[in-house]
């Protein structure tokens, strides 16, 4: 991981973002690091609002990569009242030790280089009233820290399922759905739309609902604990979609098996709370 090589890439929309080699998968890659990091987890997920409720506000950004989403959140929460806790995981610091060494080209980095040295050094700092924390470690081993506080917002920002599957499987997100705590109302946020990951995010037991269109893409997908969150849920038209769709089987821990659902997910499915008593009909 210590070996992973970066480049920096030139974005259709005009901006400079950062493309792992191995897999040639770009961070961030329709509208920019900064744009898309407030657009997608920041004002979607309304932590600022949502900060002044909670006494500390937890964040969980898991992915830290080159930190453009941990420092969307920092700017965006420059004034707020409460205390935030930002815990960053990730298994490498390849990245955001590339966006540094590329501040010129990665702007957003540039106000923050000092904390950004200071976390990696020391594995924690504070910038106003956020404490930033980084977790340096495989995301699914800090699941079962009894240490780490619950969440309320999840930025949900690995590599796609194609090159990190580990991160997507129906028993992963089972995991990170206990780790949630109820009575703490929280969201989750992500750049997918496949119908598959949706799936398996109901599967695991949140709800799930549409989220805001980026650049090109016109949709995106959003899961929370309480369905009262979710400003666009999944509807029973989309679970009809699910029923026709080719392609919308989980991915489990056992590989891949792309095609249909079967009958039994299906079933399950449809007894989720969230289409429960609109799916007796179907
Ligand atoms: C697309 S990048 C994240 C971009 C980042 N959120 C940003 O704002 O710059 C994906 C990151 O997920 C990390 N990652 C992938 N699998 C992981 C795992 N199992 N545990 C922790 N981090 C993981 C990778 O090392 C990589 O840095």
New binding site residues.
Partial sequence: ?SS?RFELITLKSGHTS?R?LSNR?T??PVIG?EAE?RALHVVQQRIVERSQDYQPFIIW????????????AIDALADVRNDVELHS????L???RF?CDHSEHLVYIQPHRAAIDELMQKGQVKIGRVHWYLHR????D?LSRSDLPAPHAI?Y???SATS?P??WTLEHFTKLRQALDDTRPCLLTNYTRSTAVRSTWLLAGFYVGIGVGIGEKDQTTIAANELSLLERPLSLDWLKQVAASQNSNPLREAGAIYGPMNAADFERLRQHPQFHMRSLCL
């Fill in positions: 991981m992973e950062l792992l998968e961070f961030h690091p990091a950004d898991v992915g830290l990569g080159a930190a453009a989403n941990a420092v969307a995981f990730d298994h490498t390849a990245p955001l966006a470690a495989d995301f699914r800090s930025f920002d690995p590599y990190n580990e991160m």
